[in-house]
């Protein structure tokens, strides 16, 4: 069956340093992978798509990169800060063209000052 | 006012009876899902719509059905709720002619069956 793992440990890193979260997927090939932050108690929010085709994606301090070998994904946040502590999910597509999203179950991360 | 709006926000009812969760969007997607996440398990996938004649089961919809009344409204009923439907529901929407497919999510609905 299709499956996503994000790791379910909580990531906590110091003010200024790189936080690195991973995506791995098993059993299928998506088009596209999303990602997305959420706040407690809060329905998630978009942050950046990226396609089969592009090995990396950049927007401001994030950066997502897509393995399709390895069945992985990167997503950094560089110069992290103490707003950028949340949830952070992953998407993927279940099948090209169908706009069916799987979710990962996500990865916490907190941001130290 | 929000883009994604969904009633309640919070709803406690006890085992066998019926209730609806609402969503409203203005945002003029035609696409909109429902979705409940679980502690652990993620967002799931219930129902989807692509547009008002169009109506499509996710992963796990037994035990739920969606009206989509409108462009704009797309309705969750649990017909007998059961304590295991307990879980945080989101709707959310997306437009056919964005090509990030971004999906925008509504502030979801906590709903405890006792």
């Known amino acids: 069956s299709q499956k996503i793992e994000q790791n379910s440990e909580a990531l906590n890193i110091q003010e200024g340093k790189t936080a690195t979260l991973t995506c791995n997927y098993t059993?299928?090939?998506?088009?596209?992978l999303q990602w997305y932050r959420q706040d407690p108690g809060r329905g998630p929010v978009f942050l950046l798509l990226?396609?089969?085709?592009?090995k990396e994606k950049r927007k401001e301090r994030l950066k997502v990169t897509f393995d399709t070998t390895l069945k992985q994904s990167l997503f950094h946040i560089t110069a992290s800060q103490p707003a950028d502590s949340a949830t952070y999910l992953c998407?993927?597509?279940?099948?090209?063209?169908?706009?069916?999203?799987?979710f990962g179950t996500g990865t916490r991360l907190k941001v130290l000052a | 006012d929000a883009d994604v709006t969904q009633t309640p926000r919070n709803r406690i009812t006890k085992t066998g009876k019926r209730i609806m969760l609402e969503c409203s969007q203005t945002?003029?997607?035609?696409?909109m899902y429902w979705y409940r996440q679980d502690p652990g398990l993620g967002l799931r996938l219930i129902y989807y719509?692509?547009?008002?004649?169009?109506?499509n089961k996710g992963e796990i919809s037994d035990g739920y059905s969606v009206s989509r009344q409108a462009q704009a409204k797309f309705s969750l009923s649990l017909e007998s709720a059961i304590p295991n439907q307990t879980a945080l529901y989101f709707c959310?929407?997306?437009?056919?002619?964005?090509?990030?497919?971004?999906?925008?999510f509504g502030p979801g609905t906590r709903l405890t069956v006792l």
């Open positions: 959310a929407t997306s437009d056919l002619k964005e090509p990030k497919d971004e999906q925008f």
């Open positions: 059993n299928y090939s998506p088009a596209y």
């Open positions: 990226i396609r089969e085709n592009e």
């Open positions: 998407a993927l597509d279940m099948a090209s063209g169908t706009y069916k999203y799987i």
């Open positions: 945002k003029g997607h035609d696409r």
């Open positions: 719509s692509f547009d008002v004649k169009d109506i």
